[in-house]
């Protein structure tokens, strides 16, 4: 028998409690031995419940006993999430997370201490909840020069703009009803300000590039400026509007930016509605592959953390390569990232001429909204359209278009 530790009762410790407890028999016919959760951390007391039996308020009760093989560390935020984990690392145990700012932060260092201690750090639920995307990446996909993730990596935002898209909903009427239904905390920032995302991106890209991403560098926007305007072009176009979070490899460069932008109805990334995630990686062998499902919830994300704790039991005592290395991975100037925008301006038709010379030959989009005009540009770098915005005058908004 196998024993571990949780370290943290809430949503996702509760459920890795209620996935290990339930899946009692799985578990043991996948790992040849039966798994027993000795110890929970937490600072409250759950009087009726089972989790009272094993309930610990001292750290040092795990990290000292030598019988408990992997710690799961389901606190969330950075401290004291950090200093118990690198803690548990330097005790021998194995760690298991789904705490992305943590890895987002901290993932570096926490690798290192794993591997000089012969134990592993694996992060599988940090990233898509229980959407298998970590471990494809690091070993389905290792024949493959990956060079490109791409996904909707936010279930609330995605709930939000579903409800903008489909009900004709405003920002602000969707959030509420997202925070209503507890799609969405009461501080939301994190979520709608594209930094939940940006954390993400930044996982997955240092897993991409085999480098580390550090999430300050990669440039973010959120949603919080998507009107009921910008859906009405969206429906004449037959597209919709996804916050997505990319990586790209393309002629030399390294890009990463979150932000919300234009799907086509050929994308993989069209039709995820809702809360739910999805993540197309791009191959130069494989080409397209699509990950998809619940990027948040108790037994969803519960599952992905105890498939890491079966695989941190599979090798308790050999580190593993499951991350990057601490080389720092530049990212190229966005300025010259080039994309299609769809700009909205001030207006009518009339206007076309003016707007043709200043992002070049494009298309006209006439959605109904009064005294304005949309405009299709044509392919275009980041730094030029900025150029040719600021010049025009009487721009109103515009939001890239996913290739």
């Known amino acids: 028998m196998r024993q571990i530790a949780i370290m943290g009762f809430g949503t996702i410790g ?11 028999e799985i578990l043991r016919k996948n790992l040849g ?9 937490d600072l409250r007391d759950f009087p009726g419940h089972p989790v009272q039996a094993v309930l610990t308020h001292d750290v040092n009760v795990i990290l000292e006993d030598p019988e408990v093989d992997v710690v799961v560390e389901t606190m969330g935020g950075l401290e004291p999430a950090f200093t118990f984990v690198r803690r548990a690392l330097e005790a021998g145990k194995c760690v298991a997370t789904s705490n992305k700012e943590l890895v987002a932060q901290h993932g570096t260092e926490l690798l290192r201490v794993a591997r000089e201690n012969s134990v592993n750090f694996f992060f599988g639920a940090s ?7 970590i471990r494809p990446l690091l070993r389905s996909l290792c024949a493959d020069d990956v060079e490109e993730i791409t996904g909707i990596l936010n279930g609330t935002t995605n709930y939000i703009l579903t409800k903008m898209a489909q009900e004709g ?12 239904n507890g799609f969405a905390e009461r501080k939301p920032e994190a979520d709608v300000e594209g930094f939940d995302a940006c954390r993400k991106i930044a996982i997955l890209s240092s897993l991409m590039l085999g480098r580390r991403v550090d999430f300050a560098d990669i440039p973010t926007e959120g949603i919080t400026g998507i009107t009921k305007e910008d859906f009405r072009y969206a429906a004449k176009l037959g597209w919709s509007i996804k916050l997505l979070a990319s990586s790209r490899k393309e002629n030399g460069h390294v890009y990463a930016m979150v932000a919300p932008g234009l799907v086509k109805p050929g994308h993989p990334l069209f ?22 499902g619940r990027g948040a919830g108790s037994h969803a994300t519960a599952s992905a953390v105890t498939a890491d704790i079966l695989c941190a039991l599979r090798f308790r005592h050999q580190n593993v390569y499951a991350g990057w290395d601490a080389e720092k991975q530049a990212l190229s100037d966005v300025g010259s990232w080039e994309k299609q925008f769809l700009v909205r301006a ?17 298309i006209l989009v006439d959605a109904g909204v009064d005294g304005e005009i949309g405009y299709l540009t044509p392919v275009i770098s980041e730094e030029k359209f900025a150029e040719a915005s600021a010049a025009l005058g009487g721009v109103r908004g515009r939001i890239r278009v996913q290739a």
């Not at 031995?33 to 951390?41: C, N, R």
């Not at 990233?127 to 995307?133: A, E, L, N, S, T």
């Not at 405003?170 to 009803?177: G, I, K, N, T, Y």
């Not at 809702?274 to 130069?284: K, S």
């Open 346 to 362: 001030a207006g009518d038709a009339s206007r076309e001429e003016e707007l043709a010379r200043a992002f070049g030959q494009g």
């Open 14 to 24: 509760s459920g890795v409690f209620d996935v290990v407890n339930t899946n009692r």
């Open 127 to 133: 990233v898509g909840g229980g959407i298998p995307i």
């Open 169 to 180: 909903s405003s920002f602000e009427d969707a959030l509420r009803e997202a925070q209503d």
């Open 33 to 41: 031995e039966e798994i027993q959760i000795k110890h929970v951390l």
């Open 271 to 292: 039709a995820v509605c809702d809360v739910f995630n999805a993540i197309m990686v791009h191959g130069n062998m494989v080409d397209d592959v699509m990950f998809y």
